[in-house]
């Protein structure tokens, strides 16, 4: 394993088994230790998901697991696990470089630029 990557602990990983989804159908999945183990890493470095070390499995199904389980609830469950489990905090794991704005949000007035 590359020093440089996230890993979790076998102690955090055991702690969020149980919040990851089961109902799975067709081709069988990609290692969820390593997708989220991936995750993590992006949201710690500020990196684009298509950058993504190939150690954590292909970057297109970390990019798919990262937005379907945003929107089925999953992804803020095992931050919220990871964090009781003496993880990363929730601080470190909310990546303001992900939020986009318009050039005029920076605080002008935007009635200026109408």
């Known amino acids: 394993m590359d020093a440089d990557l996230f890993w979790l602990s076998e102690r955090q990983f055991a702690r969020i088994t149980t919040h990851l989804p ?5 081709k069988p ?3 969820d230790r390593s997708v989220i183990n991936g995750i993590i890493q ?4 500020g990196a684009r998901r298509k950058d993504a070390s ?16 945003a929107a ?3 992804r803020a469950r095992l931050f919220e696990a990871l964090a009781q489990a003496g993880g990363p905090s929730a601080e470190l794991l909310i990546d ?5 704005a ?6 002008s007035n935007v009635a200026a630029l109408s």
């Open 22 to 26: 089961t109902d799975t159908r067709g």
């Open 29 to 31: 999945r990609v290692d």
């Open 42 to 45: 992006i949201m710690l470095s």
């Open 54 to 69: 190939s150690a954590y499995g292909p970057r297109k199904t970390l990019d798919n697991r990262f937005q379907r389980w």
């Open 72 to 74: 089925k609830g999953v």
């Open 96 to 100: 303001s470089s992900a939020v986009k």
């Open 102 to 107: 318009r050039r005029y949000a920076s605080g």
